[in-house]
């Protein structure tokens, strides 16, 4: 079995062939993919509803988790901290490099603590920052 078929099958979802090309395109990258990378890594032959309906689909799942890009982007990668049905609780940093325009997760690195105000609740949080990455810097 597939390194893909077996997650797909680890989240109880059904195996189908554009599941798996999709989930494919996410074990093999380094970094968040945008909407668009996907369409490009999947070829011609693709159908954008299936692509949008498997994004969705995974994001429900918690199997991947939303990265917040600049200019109001949304790019996606791969929880690699077991996230639940639907529950990511995510604290890692993002960082956007402005050479190379890859966004990566930095799971090790943790958003500091954040105190709100009385009649604020948090529901989620998300640190982007942007710079030059290591690969571009060496
Ligand atoms: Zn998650
Ligand atoms: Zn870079
Ligand atoms: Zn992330």
Redesign the pocket.
């Known amino acids: 079995m597939t390194a893909s078929a077996q997650t797909l099958k680890e989240f109880n979802l059904r195996l189908t062939a554009g599941r798996e090309q999709v989930l494919d395109l996410f074990l093999n990258a380094d970094h968040a993919l945008a909407h668009s990378d996907v369409e490009t890594g999947l070829g011609p032959d693709h159908d954008r509803v299936t692509v949008y309906r498997t994004l969705r689909t995974f994001l429900d799942a918690g199997l991947l988790h939303k990265v917040l890009d600049d200019e109001g982007g949304t790019k996606y990668a791969l929880c690699r901290e077991k996230c639940a049905d639907g529950h990511h609780h995510h604290d890692h940093v993002h960082f956007k ?1 402005e ?4 966004t990566t997760c930095l799971d090790e690195v943790r958003i500091p603590a954040v105190s709100l105000p009385d009649g604020y609740n948090r529901k989620e949080m998300n640190l982007l920052i942007q710079g ?2 290591q ?2 810097n060496g």
Do not use: A, L, M, P
């Open positions: 490099c050479t190379c325009g890859q030059v990455c690969e571009c």
